[in-house]
């Protein structure tokens, strides 16, 4: 499976920014990433999701706030988190599956891609707003 390190969480202040990375081990231009967080207590929750197509998708919570962005030259993926709230307070993880053509390309599109739909899953990064 392809490996995912993500970078950039930290502590900030409400109303602040931050802007994640996620460097992928390989080529993922067949690839649907994603980012998806974790509160101590909580169930993971998908925040947004980007196919290889350039199409994205975003949870309810962050729209407007967030953007999902790529760079495939570089393999890599980034969230810019603006207007930062206590409850976007949580670990940060970067995901990755194959879409190709096909279904899973359509999901991730429609952001309806679920955490188990994800064949990888990066370390995750702390993301703290106060």
């Known amino acids: 499976h392809v490996q995912l390190v993500e970078s950039g969480g930290g502590s900030v202040q409400a109303g602040g920014s931050l802007t994640l990375s996620c460097v992928a081990s390989?080529?993922?231009?067949?690839?649907?990433m994603g980012w998806s967080r974790q509160a101590p207590g909580k169930e993971r929750e998908g925040v947004a999701s980007?196919?290889?197509?350039?199409?994205?998708a975003y949870g309810d919570s962050v729209k407007g706030r967030f953007t999902i962005s790529q760079d495939t030259g570089k393999d890599t993926i980034y969230l810019q988190m603006n207007s930062l709230r206590p409850d976007d307070t949580g670990t940060y993880f970067c995901?990755?599956?194959?879409?190709?053509?096909?279904?899973?390309?359509?999901?991730?599109?429609?952001?309806?891609?679920?955490?188990?739909?994800?064949?990888?899953w990066g370390q995750g990064t702390q993301v703290t707003v106060s």
């Open positions: 995901a990755a599956v194959r879409s190709g053509g096909g279904t899973v390309a359509t999901d991730c599109r429609a952001g309806q891609l679920s955490a188990s739909d994800f064949a990888a």
């Open positions: 980007i196919n290889s197509d350039g199409w994205t």
């Open positions: 390989e080529y993922t231009r067949d690839y649907c």
